[in-house]
T-cell receptor, first 118, second 114 residues
Framework: AQTVTQSQPEMSVQEAETVTLSCTYD???????LFWYKQPPSRQMILVIR??????QNATENRFSVNFQKAAKSFSLKISDSQLGDTAMYFC???????????????FGTGTRLQVTL | DSGVTQTPKHLITATGQRVTLRCSPR?????VYWYQQSLDQGLQFLIQ???????AKGNILERFSAQQFPDLHSELNLSSLELGDSALYFC?????????????FGPGTRLTVL
């Protein structure tokens, strides 16, 4: 079974600064995907960024980037130029890959609550 | 807007009762997933359906059941409700065999058991 660990229950960052959220995972799979989801106070689950395990290059989406260390089973999220709208709960998630490239269940970490302050 | 709809938004009921949560996936998506988000258990996978068939099962209680209908909408039935079943229930959908691993989440149904 896969496990996802987020060791930072809460973090705070000032507007315009950079913050890094940590995530580690445990799996014996070689084919998998990793995700970061954002859950603002509205409770909607919003996909922030995705990383395929077979890709060495770290994924980036505008101000969001990841540091994927496959050997260390680490998948951290860096938010640059933090904005008030980034205030949310952030979940790291694991998905086992399939031969057909289709989706399967997500296994989530416990989340990190990020507060962006003025 | 993810394109996934869930009804109702909120549900308040009493212990011992039975409720049905409904989910309509994005147009064309064949897979539906149900997740439960509670203070105790965090976000956990309950069950997946693909084109009407059960595909995977997670930590779903025996008091809970689900199905996916020919029009691909899905229902999650919760019976003999207990206080601990109070949670936010998410439905997500994905494209199935045509590829793509992204899951699109609905807005959730907040269930309160009193």
């Amino acid at each position: 079974a896969q496990t996802v660990t987020q060791s930072q229950p809460e973090m705070s960052v000032q507007e315009a600064e950079t913050v890094t959220l940590s995530c580690t995972y445990d799996t014996s799979e070689n084919n998998y995907y990793l995700f970061w989801y954002k859950q603002p106070p509205s409770r909607q689950m919003i996909l922030v960024i995705r990383q395929e395990a077979y890709k060495q290059q770290n994924a980036t989406e505008n101000r969001f980037s990841v540091n994927f260390q496959k050997a260390a089973k680490s998948f951290s999220l860096k938010i640059s130029d933090s904005q008030l709208g980034d205030t949310a709960m952030y979940f790291c998630a694991f998905m086992k890959g399939s031969n057909t490239g289709t989706a399967s269940k997500l296994t989530f970490g416990t989340g990190t609550r990020l507060q962006v302050t003025l | 807007d993810s394109g996934v709809t869930q009804t109702p938004k909120h549900l308040i009921t009493a212990t011992g009762q039975r409720v049905t949560l409904r989910c309509s996936p994005r147009s064309g998506d064949l897979s539906v997933y149900w997740y439960q988000q509670s203070l105790d258990q965090g976000l956990q996978f309950l069950i997946q359906y693909y084109n009407g068939e059960e595909r995977a099962k997670g930590n779903i209680l025996e008091r809970f059941s689900a199905q996916q209908f020919p029009d691909l909408h899905s229902e999650l039935n919760l019976s003999s409700l207990e206080l601990g079943d109070s949670a936010l229930y998410f439905c997500a959908s994905s494209v199935g065999t045509s590829g793509g691993v992204r899951q699109y989440f609905g807005p959730g149904t907040r269930l309160t058991v009193l």
